[in-house]
């Protein structure tokens, strides 16, 4: 009995031991594994309308069609567009015409006319001078009357007003038009050539030009639809850029800087993962989202992340749940697709 109490002890302190070394290694695997979230697919969508308001013409696109950037996807009747921009030109037109005129001024025979009108006026005030003078020669001799010297008097003021307004006209006519008409006429251009500019850009904005690739998700009319201006039309789904929205808890916050490698799986491709990056980290916590689904409490205050897909495909949909894994990242970075 006695020689069994050592054996007893050294079988003790070998199960302290082991027990110590099993706890030290449940606690490093435990805080060594690698970090895992899970989120959902986010894609961009654009509602898209068309500027002007009108009648629709046509929709060349469905829903789930392909889109390419630049396609033509719907127009609007443009018959009231071409009317009003045919009046447009016909007003600037007008305008110009206008302005034209005050820049160049009077004809050279209107001035030649002003200038004979002076030089008529001038010699009839010259012959009422010299009849006043006489008249006035003769009245300190007494040899007219008063009346005949009022009359002579008259004539000659009539004459010399004669004579100012031939004299301020050739002046106008010599000087050009006023620089206050010119400044209203070339206003007049420039408030004609704006309406122009508006019709054209509304005549342009009949066709609805697809904004960027993707894919259409809902088409909301149908041709012979009467349109306001921003009536949603069409709604896109963009092929770029595809985003992942995830959470993290604070404990791990550390390890989601903006620019560190993500492999982002899904459950149908387990061994065949995208490729992201961390493009966004929010500066503010907030209540981990019902639809998060993590291993920790809900009510943990948690970061919103944003990880860009690098090499998205059309399999990624809007809302998908994916998990996304850090430790083999970078190792996986350079892996044949």
Request: glycine fraction near 6%.
């Amino acid at each position: 009995m006695k020689s069994s109490k050592p054996v007893l002890v050294v079988l003790i302190i070998v199960a302290l031991l082991a027990a110590a070394l099993g706890g030290w290694w449940w606690y490093r695997s435990q805080h060594n594994q690698p970090l895992t979230l899970y989120g959902n697919v986010d894609i961009r969508t654009v509602n898209m309308s068309f500027r002007v308001g009108g009648r629709l013409a046509s929709l060349n696109v469905d829903e789930g069609d392909t889109i390419k950037r630049g396609d033509v996807l719907g127009e609007l009747d443009q018959a009231p567009l071409h009317n009003a921009l045919q009046q447009s030109q016909a007003n600037v037109a007008t305008a110009q015409a206008k302005y034209d005129l005050m820049m160049a001024g009077y004809r050279s025979e209107e001035i030649a006319q002003a200038a004979a009108a002076e030089r008529q006026a001038h010699a009839s005030w010259e012959y009422a001078d010299k009849f006043y003078q006489r008249q006035l020669g003769l009245w300190n001799s007494r040899a007219v009357s008063a009346d005949a010297l009022s009359d002579a008097r008259s004539s000659r003021d009539q004459a010399a007003a004669n004579l100012k307004a031939a004299r301020d006209k050739l002046a106008q006519y010599q000087a050009g038009n006023r620089p206050q008409e010119i400044a209203e006429a070339k206003a007049s251009l420039e408030q004609a050539q704006a309406a122009l500019a508006q019709a054209r850009l509304d005549l342009q904005d009949a066709t609805l030009i697809a904004p960027s690739d993707g894919t259409l998700l809902t088409r909301s009319v149908e041709p012979g639809t009467m349109l306001s201006a921003g009536s949603s039309v069409l709604t896109l789904s963009l092929t770029r850029p595809v985003w992942i929205r995830a959470y993290v808890d604070e404990p791990n916050l550390n390890q989601v800087q903006p620019g560190r490698k993500v492999l982002i799986y899904t459950d149908g491709r387990p061994n065949k993962p995208w490729h992201g990056q961390i493009g966004f980290v929010s500066p503010t916590a907030e209540f981990t989202p019902k639809s998060v689904e993590t291993p920790d409490l809900r009510t943990d205050l948690v970061y919103r992340l944003r990880i860009i897909v690098t090499d998205p495909d059309d399999t990624l949909r809007q809302g998908m749940p994916v998990t996304l894994r850090f430790s083999d990242a970078k190792a996986s970075t350079d892996e044949p697709r």
